[in-house]
């Protein structure tokens, strides 16, 4: 019966490193797009509030400005 140990033994020790860093590398951007997704969600928020108080002040200058900021994250 073959051990596991020899099975890790016969990969070369670069493959291992290569597939570490792969890893490595898939993790930072999968962070990177929870980061991205929760900024992206925030300022949606803070726009919502925004437009929400131009509506209510009846300003139309701030409503069209910070509409036209949220039409720009929606794409």
Known sequence: MRSER???Q????N?????????VSIDKDYAQMVL??????????RLH??????????????FMKYSDAYRQLNK
């Open 15 to 23: 493959q291992g490193a290569k597939t570490n860093e792969k890893l």
């Open 6 to 8: 020899s099975h890790e």
């Open 49 to 62: 509030s925004l437009i929400d108080k131009a509506l209510d002040q009846r300003d139309r200058e701030a």
């Open 10 to 13: 016969s990969i070369p020790a």
């Open 36 to 45: 991205d997704s929760i900024y992206i969600n925030a300022s949606k928020e």
